[in-house]
C-alpha cells in the first residue's frame, strides 16, 4: 500500500521559514517525479512546486519562485520543500505527491498527472 507522510507544517509569522517533509512509502520513490500543491480554505488545489526523479531538475509557480526551494533525498526516500519569505497568502493546507517523469513544467502543474497523495499538513502563516 502506498501511502505519503506529509510534515513540518506549522504556525509562522510572516517572513518567517518553515521546510516540509514528505515521505513516501510502498513505491520505488526514485522512479517517481514528486511535487507539492497547497489548498487554501474555498479555493481550488495550486500547484506549488515539482522536483524530476534524479532531482536534476526543479519548476516553480510564479508565486513562489525565489522563496521556495524544493529538493529530494533519494537514500532517503524523502523530498523537502523549504518555505522562506513567508506570506499570509501562504497560508493552507500542503500535500505532496507522486508522478511518473515529463520535461514538462505545464505536466507537473497538473494535479490529475499525479498518481499518489498525501494527506497534507496546515501551514498557517501570520501577519
Known amino acids: 500500500q502506498v501511502q505519503l507522510a506529509e510534515s513540518g507544517g506549522g504556525l509562522v509569522q510572516a517572513g518567517g521559514s518553515l521546510r516540509l517533509s514528505c515521505a513516501p512509502s510502498?513505491?520505488?520513490?526514485?522512479?517517481?517525479?514528486m511535487g507539492w500543491f497547497r489548498q487554501a480554505p474555498g479555493k481550488e488545489r495550486e500547484w506549488v512546486a515539482a522536483i524530476t526523479r534524479s532531482g536534476g531538475s526543479t519548476y516553480y509557480a510564479d508565486s513562489v519562485k525565489g522563496r521556495f526551494a524544493i529538493s529530494r533525498d533519494n537514500a532517503k526516500n524523502t523530498v523537502y520543500l523549504q518555505m522562506n519569505s513567508l506570506k499570509p497568502d501562504d497560508t493552507a493546507v500542503y500535500f505532496c505527491?507522486?508522478?511518473?517523469?515529463?520535461?514538462?513544467?505545464?505536466?507537473?502543474?497538473?494535479?490529475?498527472?499525479?498518481?499518489?497523495w498525501g494527506r497534507g499538513t496546515q501551514v498557517t502563516v501570520s501577519s
Open positions: 510502498g513505491l520505488f520513490f526514485s522512479l517517481y517525479a
Open positions: 505527491g507522486a508522478t511518473f517523469a515529463s520535461d514538462s513544467a505545464s505536466y507537473y502543474s497538473a494535479s490529475g498527472q499525479y498518481k499518489y
